[in-house]
């Protein structure tokens, strides 16, 4: 999404919307020998850390190669009473683990801040978390010699990784691909997609590599969802692939009948859908930018479409129990979009879910999310993309914690507030922030060097990892009640095997003492260094 655009979506919206360690600079010897306590202490647990390596104003990535990466292995129970915890911070830790004792007698001293959890308090279901596999993901992981192309997805998908278990992928070309194009680009109208056929890039980008995730998750399998960016010209109203154009009525059903196809295709190539969105970001056309592949959607015309044509495709097709999500928009449309759609009942029903984006959202409220599930608690709500880098200060800003924060925040006040998982956008980008077909530079969790052939994980890896390592699907929210400042953000989950997770956002520049207060565990004393994420494991039995 370009940053240009956001400003253009406030204008036409806003009617519609009413550890422990310091700052200081230390010298390069202690730095040394930090980093080798850690790495000793760590590659017990089979953890190999990571190579940082400073790039500059005190900027840090991990390095891989085709030889090395750094790994997080998954935790071992702890004996009763213990907690572990995992940090990363501004400073340089990655995924620190140290382990602590809960105090049944409530003897710990006092601290800064209390978090009480209650397990008995349950909310939604965790989905998952992800990202996409773009056009550009495959090409830039393509530039790398096999080896490295292997960590890459191990980092994202193996026990050994951040094991990802939702991803995103385009149907068709987006702005994150080299060229335009859509599965049915014939140079007059085909009402029976006669000539319909996956692209190139569906072998060589995306298909190799999502089958390759699917061999390493072993903890269940993936769930990929489908999105459009735009379609065939001859079903558009303005015949360009971008721009102020919609599906003309005519071209409805066969418009439903290409995710049908879509679904078919992948199917036969070895890849299980698990859902579809209804549009990427259809305001987009509304707005009628120049160059970024879009179809647009009023909500009206949604509803008709949903109504009429895509929900009963599905139900008739082969795939009758894929999911449906709706919206795939700026969060700044709920609720008052999904509500114009919803009116029709039978549109309604074959919504699953609603899909929405993080861009614009300082504009809305987390309140907008609950005043949605309250209304609908039968639709789940997934954040499906996610990006930096869009804005003014365009591009990727390699070894940004700020960036990385900006992740976590977004993750914790979106799933305090009823969403469900959180879905990246590009998982792999080159140093520039492309390849793109619209010069929309951005940024991404792993950037790659083809030159040196190296490639870096940044801090937003490790700010996501922190949610999809440790907050597998099927753990529930549990309550927690906490005594914050407005720098410090704190989240709870319940695993399935009952274990309890509570993930620690601290943006302060100092380090925070913290309790967990916990009726059945007692109180553990926490040490969150400044400018960290952390997450915290336990479990009752």
């Not at 519609?16 to 000793?40: A, F, G, P």
């Not at 700020?402 to 977004?410: H, I, L």
Request: net charge positive; glycine share 6%.
């Amino acid at each position: 999404m370009q940053h240009t655009s956001l400003l253009l979506l406030v204008l036409l919206l806003i009617g519609n919307s009413i550890l422990v360690l310091t700052e200081d600079k230390t010298s390069e010897d202690k730095k040394s020998s930090e980093n080798k306590q850690q790495s000793s202490k760590e590659l017990e647990d089979g953890h190999k850390p990571c190579k940082i390596r400073d790039v500059g104003e005190g900027r840090k990535v991990c390095v891989c190669n085709s030889e090395y990466c750094d790994t997080i292995p998954r935790p071992k129970k702890p004996s009763k009473s213990k907690f572990i915890l995992y940090t990363s911070n501004k400073q340089g830790l990655r995924f620190h683990k140290t382990t602590g004792q809960f105090n049944k007698k409530h003897r710990s001293k006092k601290s800064e801040y209390d978090i009480h959890v209650n397990p008995d308090q349950k909310f939604q279901k965790v989905i998952g978390w992800g990202g996409a596999f773009t056009d550009s993901t495959g090409i830039n992981m393509k530039t790398l010699d096999k080896k490295a192309q292997d960590l890459i997805m191990k980092s994202y998908f193996s026990e050994e990784g951040i094991e990802y278990n939702v991803c995103r992928v385009p149907i068709g070309s987006t702005d994150f691909s080299v060229r335009n194009y859509t599965y049915d680009d014939s140079k007059t109208p085909d009402k029976n997609l006669e000539h319909f056929a996956l692209a190139p890039e569906d072998f060589d980008y995306k298909i190799p590599f999502m089958k390759q995730a699917m061999e390493l998750r072993k903890n269940g399998p993936i769930k990929f969802f489908g999105s459009t960016w735009t379609a065939p010209l001859w079903m558009k109203t303005n015949n360009k692939y971008y721009g102020n154009g919609f599906i003309k009525k005519e071209f409805y059903q066969t418009w439903a009948d290409y995710f049908v196809r879509f679904l078919e295709e992948y199917y036969k190539n070895g890849v299980p859908i698990w859902g579809i969105t209804t549009q990427n970001e259809p305001s987009m056309a509304v707005l009628g930018l120049k160059d970024l592949p879009t179809v647009g959607w009023s909500s009206t015309n949604m509803s008709i479409w949903l109504r009429e044509n895509l929900g009963p495709a599905i139900k008739k097709s082969k795939y009758p129990n894929t999911v449906i999500m709706a919206l795939d928009d700026q969060k700044l449309f709920l609720p008052w979009y999904i509500n114009s759609v919803f009116e029709d009942q039978n549109a309604k029903k074959y919504v699953d879910g609603i899909a929405i984006h993080w861009y614009l959202g300082v504009f809305t409220p987390c309140s907008a999310f609950n005043i949605t599930h309250t209304k609908y608690p039968d639709k789940f709500i997934l954040s499906t993309e996610a990006c930096s880098g869009f804005q003014t200060s365009s591009g990727v800003l390699l070894g940004s914690w700020e960036r990385g924060e900006g992740y976590s925040k977004d993750i914790i006040e979106n799933l305090n507030c009823w969403v469900v998982g959180w879905v990246d956008w590009n998982m792999v980008l080159d140093m520039k922030g492309g390849p793109t077909t619209i010069a929309n530079f951005v940024d991404a969790p792993i950037i790659v060097d083809k030159k040196s052939g190296e490639f870096y994980k940044q801090p937003m890896y490790y700010h996501l990892g922190h949610h999809s390592k440790f907050v597998p699907e099927n753990s529930v929210r549990i309550g927690v009640t906490q005594r914050i400042c407005g720098r410090i953000w704190v989240t709870a989950y319940q695993k399935p095997d009952r274990g309890i997770v509570v993930v620690i956002l601290n943006k302060k520049d100092e380090d925070v003492t913290m309790r967990i207060v916990d009726k059945t565990m007692g109180v553990a004393t926490l040490k969150i260094s400044k400018r960290s994420i952390n997450t915290v494991l336990y479990w009752y039995d």
